[in-house]
């Protein structure tokens, strides 16, 4: 106990996060795309922090009633699952059809992703996006919003833009915005009052906001600029590594039609080879 108190008392004094990250530090990423074998689809893998969405993209295809299908563009079919072991305190499972938290996050994800959808060069179609979450540590929609555009990006669809998202707070004590929290911090009050937590979406290239998401009272305008500037350059950092992880996956695949890939296989003990 007196190792974690000294611990968090240096943090204090330092001026860092309780998981030694600075105020306008975002988690560390780590990007997979094609992590599942679909030749209808895309699929990507994204873990920041501790928290993992895993999504897969399936279409256009085509409705499965008609009454769905709308004459000049395609329609944006959104499912977010969590897994029974995702979350340390909540090992309910959740069902993505009653749940409430689901089925508006799940809208969040599809509003963002159809403001850069070309959805208009498939008409009568449908885009089925699924989101599993395989761990949760704070921001939830942020990560599988990112995941998602991966998987869009990865399953070849045009869009306008890339959509990035991150969460941002706000510390009481020290009047600083925080960037992309987790789930300590979304669930530690500050002298009896809410956590603040702001979720936005943005189009990077064109700096425009497609989501905020913010259900805290705040206390000033000022406060709510600093938060929305604050997510606003986290989703900034997170869409450089977007976009260098398609950069490398669009390599890569270049690289295999082309007949250049090159494979290695490393083995850990000699005791492997048979």
Not at 31 to 58: C, D, K, P, Y
Request: glycine share 6%.
């Amino acid at each position: 106990m007196a190792s974690s108190i000294r611990r968090t008392d240096l943090l204090a004094l330092s001026n860092l996060r309780h998981d030694g990250r600075k105020a306008h530090e975002i988690r560390r990423l780590r990007m997979q795309l094609g992590v599942v074998g679909n030749a209808a689809g895309g699929s990507a893998l994204l873990e920041m922090g501790l928290t993992t969405a895993l999504a897969t993209v399936r279409g256009p295809v085509a409705c499965v009633r008609r009454s769905d299908e709308v004459p000049d563009r395609a329609i944006v079919d959104v499912t977010l699952k969590v897994a029974p072991f995702a979350s340390a305190t909540d090992r309910r499972t959740s069902n993505p059809n009653t749940d409430r938290r689901l089925m508006e996050a799940s809208r969040w994800i599809q509003r963002a992703l159809e403001a850069t959808l070309l959805l208009h060069l498939y008409p009568r179609s449908r885009i089925e996006i699924v989101v599993v979450l395989l761990a949760d540590d704070g921001g939830r929609v942020p990560v599988a919003l990112n995941a998602a555009t991966l998987a869009v990006l990865d399953a070849g669809l045009p869009v306008k833009d890339f959509v990035c998202a991150c969460t941002a707070g706000y510390s009481v004590s020290t009047n600083v915005a925080l960037v992309d929290l987790n789930r300590k911090e979304e669930i530690t009050s500050h002298g009896g009052q809410a956590p603040v937590r702001l979720t936005c979406a943005i189009l990077p290239n064109r700096n425009s906001v497609v989501l905020t998401q913010c259900e805290n009272r705040l206390s000033s305008v000022t406060v709510l600029e600093s938060i929305l500037e604050a997510a606003m350059e986290g989703c900034q950092l997170i869409a450089e590594m977007m976009k260098a992880a398609v950069q490398e996956r669009a390599s890569t695949l270049l690289a295999a039609r082309q007949g250049s890939l090159t494979l290695s296989l490393a083995l850990t003990s000699t005791e492997e080879v048979s």
